[in-house]
């Protein structure tokens, strides 16, 4: 980050069903303005709370949050020449899938990663 004033994201992740406090969430942000990058992440604490600092001012922010127990979620924020308070990021509750990744021929790929995406609509 370029020196000159930083900014901070500050909000509570919580559970979209019951809107309590989502503890021990991931969040992430990145955002870029030209060649300069800026970054930050932080843990929930146990109100939800997180507090992403050191921010560049004038750049959108890519926030995104990650947890065991919630499925992904994200979201944008417009930084402009001072803080940002009180953002609400909305978790749901996150599942499980197993399962065996296999080729054409019906065997096991060893060590394969599989990615979670969103569903936006349904078929």
């Known amino acids: 980050m370029p020196a000159g004033p930083s900014y901070k994201i500050t909000g ?6 019951s809107r309590s406090p989502a503890s021990e969430v991931s969040v992430f942000c990145y955002g870029n303005s030209g060649n300069d990058y800026s970054n930050s992440d932080d843990t929930t604490d146990s109100n939800g709370a997180f507090t992403l600092d050191g921010l560049m001012p004038n750049v959108e922010y890519h926030l995104s949050v990650h947890s065991e127990k919630y499925a992904a979620a994200s979201t944008k924020v417009t930084m402009g020449n001072t803080d940002v308070l009180g953002v609400e990021i909305l978790v749901a509750r996150g599942g499980t899938i197993k399962g065996v990744v296999k080729d054409a021929a019906g065997n096991p790929y060893p060590k394969k990663a599989l990615w979670e995406y969103r569903l936006t ?3």
């Open 12 to 17: 509570l992740v919580l559970d979209k069903t």
């Open 121 to 123: 609509s349904k078929i």
